[in-house]
């Protein structure tokens, strides 16, 4: 009977991992899902333009569009310096570090335009606007890694289908995206952001033999990356800056006298320098802050018709019509830019509004296809625009005030057909959210288990039947549907994916309407009584969950979780202090040493939270505040930076010392030793620390090599280790291999942290211990999964993340890496992004089973569970509020970028996961075996 029951109760512990597995899988799945339907790619009409499509008539008065419409260039340079910020021209550092550059500028020999770029500030959304004319789909972020060839058309396939022969040089985006256009290319990695001078200079080495040489091309293409990849490690204040700006102003100085020259010569010629996007203060970009999404857009060789003193902001889509004006080649069908050429060029009078109303023409042709656009006040003024046109047309007496309405007609209609059509290019697809948000419910439901006990009565009123019938209904509504969906299509492929949808949906069903709620819940530990602190986590969760509704709360969402923090401390510091007073009233001198060594921890950990919090300045409205990072990269000496990173590896040195494998010690220390020299040597390497006198000179690739290999024998011999605690002491497996998997977590985190991050990993790990040391013999053990996950949100933000894509650092990606390898940066990049909420987890995990030595499997399994619950339902709420806020003004600046981390972040934690997993079936495995 007893063997019966123990059967009994393994198949239901083996039951929950298979839930809890299934879920790691779904789930992410899931939320791709949602990303899918929230961000689908926008639909580049294939359609080209050809001098077809140029109108030639305006209401029965015929033009001459073969005179009109001619190239006003023959040759064009455009010259792309990635990152380049607005006041890097315009302000103090452009005078000192580009003084020939301000001076044409000052002069009134070039025209200097303030162009705005739309979010994401990432280089192949920004080509894709320059050459297309179209605002790209906010997903082409993530796909910024792994460029297509654009298939739609755009200003340089109407170039080569003209006649114009084409050149590039400089990033490789470039490319990938027009595979087949340039007829010479030279093309470079744009990922490795540790290379500040070969990636430049393998552009300019070329600009001698094309420019003086070679005559027989008429665009050429540079996109220099030198001055991004600075900013990414070094920030948009080194001292770097100012040498690459130099060199950016010799190779334009070089590139303006020979424009002049060909000008001079009668052949005419114009020269672009642009940025793609801008530069956060932090050094990364993504984002949409004044400093990301405002560049210059500097036209040499033009004849500027503005006050010099007063910049004309244009946007970044406006680029491809004007330039195609230029060139004389059709504008890209899809475009829905303006055309400003009339502000570089002093254009006949006929020309300019023949130019404007063939844009105007272009542009309605997409606006027509809207919905009710007739009643749209840009329909009116785009009428009164041809009106006026018209009619100057069948008058002799042209008046300037006449001929200034008519410009200022056309501009006003075109910049409001623009805004509309920007604002109903994205259509959602509202289907497969539908689905998404349902399978995250399913999933939600299913974990929250007895947490909550409204979820509870979930199991009382809806069975299998019901769900199945809602699932059922459902479908039908996908399947009926005609909006425009990925299900939409009759084919083989719809119903595979039909089928593989209603098959989860039932599976989930299943689940949630026969889940025990108790068994996730039952192997807890004992004597939890208090619900008091539970319900105040539960209540903190649910209101964090909802206040992602604002924008502000996004933005600044670090000054929730330092709130709770706070709160949390001051909590236990209040209970510990209590305790300590009434035990004084006994004279019990043990609880009252115990009580107050708990008093003067929680205080320090008060005054270490106040100071961690000012080391790197995060969110939106306070990240231009000076920090402790800041201070510390502007001092010369690099004191202060060394002084950090040594106390955060010798800290990391003693915990590994402390609590490594006892009959190992002296190995052990060896070890971290090492590990932590080739951490310091990276940073010297970079300049970042103090140099080790009579240390030789080394690219610190040497270094990173003895790093890699000296984890991957540290690995190898835990493995061993862990092999033979299955012969002689089988329940320590799990415990053994635990420690391996943190320990090589925080060695490759403290590798590729900034060295004044790296005192954060040690740091985690002591307050972490002191939490758990606190709770771990009172009523509130029950809350534990709650503190670990607010502590690692909490270091998360010290470490200067944000809900911004520019706080991505993506150096990390390239640390001991000499080439692009997507699958090892993107691994390097999400390691260090969420460093501190893996650690957080593998600390809960590791220290519980410390504690509870016997049923380990389940204690795990339940922490899992908690976990992943206490994720899956912020993000399941989310993803509603989102789907509600879609035509909120910040969707795409703020609410899209949390999306993105919440959905890369549940699938990071549940890969995590299921590693543990895997572990415990071993475990279990092993277990079984005795």
Request: hydrophobic share 45%; glycine share 4%.
């Amino acid at each position: 009977m007893a063997r019966d029951k123990m059967r009994v109760t393994e198949w239901k512990m083996d039951r929950n991992i298979i839930i809890l597995v299934y879920i790691v899988f779904i789930g992410p799945l899931s939320v791709a899902l949602f990303l899918y339907g929230f961000f689908p790619l926008i639909n580049y009409d294939n359609t080209i333009a050809t001098h077809n499509n140029v109108p030639k008539f305006i209401e029965n008065v015929r033009i001459k569009t073969d005179t009109l419409y001619q190239p006003v260039v023959k040759r064009l340079i455009i010259m792309v310096i990635d990152a380049l910020r607005w006041d890097f021209v315009t302000g103090s550092v452009g005078k000192v570090a580009m003084p020939i550059t301000t001076n044409l500028i000052a002069n009134g020999s070039v025209c200097l335009l303030r162009a705005k770029v739309q979010p994401p500030t990432v280089t192949m959304p920004r080509i894709k606007a320059i050459t297309t004319g179209v605002v790209p789909s906010f997903i082409d972020v993530a796909l910024n890694f792994g460029s297509k060839p654009i298939t739609g058309d755009n200003m340089l396939l109407q170039a080569k289908r003209n006649g114009h022969k084409l050149v590039f040089y400089g990033d490789n985006t470039w490319l990938t995206l027009f595979p087949s256009i340039f007829n010479r290319y030279d093309g470079t990695t744009s990922f490795v952001v540790t290379d500040f001078t070969e990636v430049d200079n393998n552009v300019t080495r070329h600009l001698d033999q094309e420019l003086y040489n070679q005559n027989d091309w008429s665009i050429m293409i540079l996109h220099y990356l030198g001055l991004d990849h600075i900013g990414h490690v070094h920030g948009p204040f080194s001292p770097f800056i100012k040498t690459k700006l130099k060199e950016m102003d010799d190779v334009i100085a070089t590139i303006q006298s020979q424009i002049q020259t060909w000008n001079q010569n009668n052949v005419s010629s114009l020269f672009i320098v642009c940025g793609d996007h801008g530069m956060k203060d932090s050094g990364g970009h993504g984002g949409s802050t004044i400093s990301e999404t405002t560049v210059p857009f500097i036209a040499i060789g033009g004849k500027c018709s503005h006050n010099p003193n007063q910049f004309i902001e244009i946007s970044q889509i406006d680029i491809a019509s004007t330039l195609s004006v230029i060139l004389g080649v059709p504008i890209p069908f899809s475009n829905i830019g303006t055309v400003f050429a009339d502000t570089l060029y002093d254009l006949p009078i006929s020309k300019k509004l023949y130019i404007l109303y063939y844009n105007a023409k272009q542009v309605f042709y997409h606006f027509q296809k809207l919905a009710d656009y007739e009643s749209l006040n840009a329909y009116q003024k785009y009428l009164k625009a041809v009106k006026l046109h018209s009619a100057w047309l069948n008058t002799k007496d042209h008046s300037n005030d006449m001929i200034n309405n008519i410009v200022f007609s056309y501009k006003i209609a075109l910049k409001e057909m623009k805004e509309v059509l920007i604002n109903s290019m994205i259509k959602y697809d509202f289907q497969i959210i539908t689905i998404a948000i349902s399978f995250l419910c399913h999933i939600t439901c299913i974990l929250m288990g007895k947490i909550c006990p409204m979820v509870a009565t979930l199991k009382r009123i809806s069975s299998l039947v019901v769900l199945n019938i809602l699932s059922v209904v459902l479908i039908n509504f996908i399947w009926q549907s005609e909006d425009i969906s990925l299900l939409n299509s009759r084919n083989l492929f719809s119903c595979i994916v039909l089928l593989f949808i209603l098959t989860i949906l039932v599976l989930n069903s299943y689940i949630l309407s026969n889940i025990k709620f108790s068994t996730l819940s039952e192997v807890k530990p004992k004597k939890l009584k208090s619900r008091t602190g539970k319900q105040l986590f539960i209540f903190g969760a649910l209101v964090h969950a909802i206040s992602l509704g604002g924008s502000s709360f996004i933005e600044e969402e670090h000054q929730t979780w330092y709130f709770y923090w706070v709160t949390i401390l001051t909590v236990l510091l209040y209970n510990s202090a209590a305790k300590y007073f009434s035990e004084l009233q006994f004279h019990k001198s043990c609880q009252q040493h115990f009580y107050s060594q708990n008093c003067i921890k929680l205080f320090l950990l008060l005054v270490g939270h106040r100071i961690l919090r000012k080391l790197n300045s995060t969110g939106d409205k306070y990240a231009h505040l000076p920090d402790i990072a800041g201070y510390l990269i502007e001092q010369e000496s690099m004191l202060g930076m060394t002084i950090i990173l040594v106390a955060g590896l010798a800290l990391l040195i003693w915990i590994d010392f402390t609590y490594g494998d006892k009959t190992h010690k002296q190995q052990t220390l060896i070890t971290s030793i090492i590990a932590s020299s080739c951490i310091y040597l990276r940073h010297m390497h970079n300049n970042s620390v103090l140099k080790i006198p009579f240390y030789p000179l080394s690219s610190g690739i040497y270094e990173m090599q003895i790093f890699w290999s000296l984890l991957a024998i540290s690995c190898s011999i835990s493995i061993y280790r862990s092999v033979l605690t299955v012969k002689y002491e089988k329940t320590m497996f799990l415990r053994i291999t635990l420690f391996s998997i943190l320990r090589t977590w925080v060695m490759i985190s403290a590798m590729i942290h900034q060295p004044h991050n790296v005192i954060l990993l040690p740091l985690q790990i002591i307050f972490s211990s002191i939490i758990h040391n606190i709770i771990k013999d009172n009523s509130m053990r029950e809350i534990s999964v709650f503190l670990y996950a607010w502590i690692g949100n909490v270091f998360y933000f010290y470490q200067g993340n944000s809900n911004s894509l520019a706080t991505i650092d993506v150096a990390a990606g390239y640390v001991g890496v000499q080439s692009y390898m997507p699958l090892i940066n993107g691994s390097l990049m999400l390691i260090n992004i969420y460093s501190a909420s893996v650690l957080a987890y593998l600390l809960l995990v590791y220290n519980s089973v410390s504690q509870y030595l016997h049923n380990t499997p389940e204690i795990i399994t339940w922490i899992s569970k908690m976990y992943l619950a206490w994720k899956y339902l912020p993000l399941t709420i989310y993803t509603v509020i989102i789907s509600i806020q879609r035509h909120h003004l910040f969707v795409w600046s703020v609410f899209s970028p949390k999306l993105l981390y919440e959905a890369v972040h549940s699938t990071v934690i549940c890969f995590i996961v299921f590693i543990i997993l895997i572990l415990i079936i071993i475990q279990k495995a092993i277990n079984c075996d005795r």
